[in-house]
């Protein structure tokens, strides 16, 4: 039987904040990571690094990003905490904890300041969330403008390197298999035969979104169909050990953040290499259609950071789980390079709306009337600007809101996607300081809950770039208290 001070469990971006705090305020500990070294990193790794913040705008992240000559050109928008807030409780419905999403909300510029004194390094995301203007200059949209330098996998770099500088003790392939526990309070954990004993235990495994009959269990028949965008590794044990224990559910259990993805890429699932490329995300600019040849959604119904964590479900309940997203000549330059360029990627190209639907196997009247019906209906009293919502209409059913373009001029494009999972909603009930509770809302003592394993913040959709937040302020919490 060994000790320590603190175990962190799960060495993702919560994880690694838990443990920073805990090793500056000179705990010994030490972080398990189920995952050989090859494949560490929790979801953490394959996102885009995106951190949603509040911020006064470009004069005030200029000292935390890296240098970039398009900084003299470019026009970051400041983000208020009330920003951040009504747009939490917009995508949620209201449905999130609300005294969760104070503290996330006004924390987040400090403990992104946190990290960069530690070492992590910052950009802005210009070819995410920027729209370069004909003068050259660039608009920052979307209340998401900062993310880390090599996005996911330089963020877990970051992390690991300073871990390493503080002194923080990473151990390779242990899965934890259960949580000790004495009078009530958690004292350690167990990984395989081994007892590792700790005066606290930071629980930040992830959510159970990699186990297919999890998945269907709570999120419903389907779900197990649903491609596993981030670490396989997520699935949920760690979870119900602390369930076993006495530990209370939290947030939305019948809900998780899943995206459009690649449908027809041979590794679309848990893919190291491609990451965040296999998402496909310029979907406001075109339309979607099922195998019907119909629309079934608004593209345009807010920028995508608003829309992209729901429309993955919408997309797993059409025939076959699977849509195209359809562009012409005209919109194609518009897209995303790093994802609708993206090495391996196979669209489906035709000089002809009827080649088109022959090629996507879906019948050719059907989705020549989509297309004609669209584009008869745009508003084209408004010129198109994705840098805002620009009410450019098309009054079909269902509407697009914003950003209708016809799609008139070959060649054709439609690239097949089906729904991404990313991570589940529903965690562990905990306060504010990832504390974890009991149904009644007694705290378990020694334990501690944040990130995706940590439930409330979030229920049936999410601002983009709001999840690495809650990882780092929970976990710098949790890890100031352990």
């Known amino acids: 039987m060994s000790a320590v001070d603190v175990v962190v469990v799960g060495g993702g971006n919560a994880g690694f904040c838990a443990a920073h705090a805990a090793a500056q305020r000179g705990r010994r500990v030490l972080l398990l990571e189920k995952a050989p070294q090859a494949e560490a990193g929790g979801n953490s790794y394959y996102t885009a690094g995106a951190t949603r913040m509040v911020h006064d705008g470009l004069s005030d992240l200029l000292d935390i990003v890296e240098p970039d000559e398009r ?145 269907s269990e709570y999120l419903g028949d389907g779900w197990q169909n649903a491609k596993v965008r981030g670490t396989p590794y997520n699935t949920g044990e760690v979870i119900r050990a602390a369930l076993e224990i006495g530990a209370g559910r939290g947030g939305d259990w019948s809900t998780c953040h899943s995206v459009q993805w690649d449908a027809s890429y041979p590794q679309n699932e848990s893919n190291r290499e491609l990451t965040n490329r296999l998402t496909r995300q310029s979907y406001p600019l075109g339309i979607i259609v099922n195998r019907e040849g119909r629309r079934f959604l608004d593209e345009g119904a807010d920028f995508r950071n608003y829309t992209y964590a729901k429309y993955g479900k919408v997309i797993l309940e059409q025939p076959g789980s699977i849509a195209y997203q359809l562009f012409d000549a005209t919109l194609r330059p518009m897209l995303r390079a790093e994802e609708y360029d993206m090495p391996g990627i196979a669209p489906l190209v035709a000089g002809s709306i009827d080649e088109l639907a022959a090629a996507m196997d879906v019948d050719a009247a059907a989705l020549a009337g989509t297309i004609a019906g669209f584009n008869a209906s745009i508003d084209d009293s408004h010129p198109l600007d994705p840098t805002i919502k620009d009410g450019r209409r098309a009054a079909t059913d269902p509407v697009k809101s914003n950003w209708a373009s016809a799609i008139a001029t070959p060649p054709f494009y439609a690239y097949p996607v089906t729904c991404g999972i990313t991570f589940t909603f529903g965690g562990l009930r905990g306060d504010t300081h990832g504390r974890v509770l009991t149904d009644s809302g007694t705290v378990i003592d020694g334990l501690y809950a944040c990130g995706e394993a940590l439930g409330g913040l979030f229920s049936g959709n999410y601002p983009g770039g709001s999840g690495l937040t809650a990882g780092m302020v929970i976990g710098r919490r949790a890890g100031s208290l352990a």
């Open 71 to 215: 900084h003299q050109r470019a026009e970051v928008p400041p983000y208020s905490a009330a920003d951040f807030l009504a747009d939490l409780e917009k995508v949620t419905e209201g449905r999130g904890d609300k005294e969760l999403a104070r503290v996330v909300v006004g924390e987040s510029r400090d403990t992104v300041r946190w990290l960069h004194d530690l070492g992590l390094r910052y950009r802005l995301m210009y070819e995410r969330q920027a729209y370069e203007r004909p003068d050259g200059s660039y608009l920052f949209w979307g209340g998401l403008h900062v993310g880390n330098v090599d996005g996911g996998v330089g963020l877990m770099a970051d992390h690991v390197r300073v871990a390493a500088e503080l002194g923080i003790e990473v151990r390779y392939a242990a899965p934890v298999s259960g949580l000790l526990s004495e009078d009530g309070a958690v004292v350690g954990v167990r990984v395989g035969d081994e007892e590792i004993r700790a005066a606290s235990v930071v629980l930040a495994a992830g959510g159970f979104e990699a186990d297919p009959q999890l998945r």
